[in-house]
């Protein structure tokens, strides 16, 4: 019996090689698109990524700087004034980069921020400072320091 099915076998028609055909291109055109789709939501990973680590930093530089500074005397949207070590530390916002100025030198500490928003309330004892940081993406990143002023 299986003889004769070797036997009897003249290959594919021209209907069957062209079905056969028409599956395989189905089958990998259905694994292009996923394969599209995983690389695109990879994609939108890294810069959702990205943005946190920016918005991240910025939270960093700020309160390490708010952790050792005497004085804050000016805490607004977009600028953040205080004084560590007897020096000016100056943070604003321009345009989607914030940057840190000291002295003479002004260094970018994060890219991509869309709003900086900066409070400080008195208290007995000190000021409360504030800062809240959002990216391009929509991100948003707080964060709350007290600034023991004697």
Partial sequence: MLKDLFRDSRGLTLVETVVAAGLIFLVLIAALELSWRVWDLAAKGRESFNETTELRTAVMWVSRDLRRAE????????????????????????????????????????????????????????????????????????????????
């Fill in 71 to 150: 004085d804050v005397s000016e805490a607004v949207p977009d600028r953040l004034v205080l004084t560590v070590n007897g020096t000016a530390v100056i943070y604003t916002l321009d345009g989607d980069e914030l940057t840190r100025g000291e002295g003479g030198s002004r260094r970018v500490v994060a890219r991509g921020i869309t709003k900086a928003d900066f409070g400080a309330g008195s208290r007995e004892g000190g000021v409360l400072v504030t800062a809240e940081f959002t990216g391009k993406k929509g991100g948003e990143v707080r964060t709350c320091v007290w600034v023991y002023t004697g």
